[in-house]
């Protein structure tokens, strides 16, 4: 069964970079046809799709974060990231990290909370 655990601070400053780590255990990020996706959820609203990097390294990104957001991955770690630029209070959320396997299935990660304040 493949495990996603996502790392990173906790805490960041307006204006910085978010810097986010989803390590996976119980399956290689590119075995053909996996994604990877994060997710995130504000306080008091819904999920929100961010961006995927597929098993070859193809990103995709939700238009209204594409000019912040960048999706990579280190395959000799097993792990992708995730860098958001020039957070603001409203980048507030949980982080998730998850990943879409063949049939459909998906595994998430627990989830961190992210908080942009001075």
């Known amino acids: 069964q493949v495990q996603l655990q996502e790392s990173g601070p906790g805490l960041v400053k307006p204006s910085q970079t978010l810097s986010l780590t989803c390590t996976v255990s119980g399956g290689s990020i590119t075995t053909n046809y996996y994604s990877w996706t994060w997710i995130r959820q504000p306080p008091g609203k819904g999920l929100e799709w961010m961006g995927t990097?597929?098993?070859?390294?193809?990103?995709d990104y939700t238009p209204s974060l594409r000019s912040r957001t960048s999706i990579s991955r280190d395959t000799s770690k097993n792990q992708f990231s995730l860098q958001l630029s020039s957070v603001t209070p409203e980048d507030t959320a949980v982080y998730y990290c998850a990943g879409k396997f063949t049939g459909g299935k998906w595994s998430w990660g627990q989830g961190t909370q992210v908080t942009v304040s001075s």
């Open positions: 990097i597929t098993y070859a390294g193809v990103t």
